[in-house]
């Protein structure tokens, strides 16, 4: 197994964090959109629907935030709407079941450490 050049640190990241900060809103947002197409081509559309609990839903919400798929996908590479381990399969009782999917396997980086760095650029 190959070693991962960039670990989080808190350094590099921190460091970005400072550099966005000090960038215009105008000459982001490109940039935003640009990162958030990658993404989104780079996994393919129709895994991004498999991986969803449901192929339907959006990946920016009706108030303009990114879904929960869209932050796992950029965290583990994998468009799951929910943060508990692997898969988990509702039953009622009846003969119906539902499959909600959850993150399969611990990233690197995570929300937590995200918050974090967040808070250490004010």
């Known amino acids: 197994m190959a070693p991962d050049i960039l670990e989080p640190d808190g350094i ?3 460091n970005i964090t400072s550099i966005l900060h000090q960038i215009s809103l105008q ?9 958030f197409y990658s993404l989104i081509l780079t996994r393919g559309i129709e895994k991004i629907k498999q991986e969803m ?19 796992n996908l ?32 611990q990233s690197k980086m995570d929300y937590y ?3 974090n760095i967040k808070i250490l650029a004010r």
């Open 74 to 105: 950029i965290l583990t590479g994998k468009a799951v709407p929910n943060l508990f381990d692997g898969d988990v399969e509702l039953n009622s009782g009846g003969s119906e079941t539902t499959l909600l999917r959850g993150i399969s396997e």
């Open 113 to 115: 450490h995200c918050m």
């Open 27 to 35: 000459t982001l947002m490109p940039a935003v959109f640009t990162f």
């Open 12 to 14: 590099l990241e921190y």
């Open 53 to 71: 609990d449901y192929p339907d839903s959006h990946l920016i919400g009706t108030d303009g935030y990114c879904s929960q798929e869209v932050i």
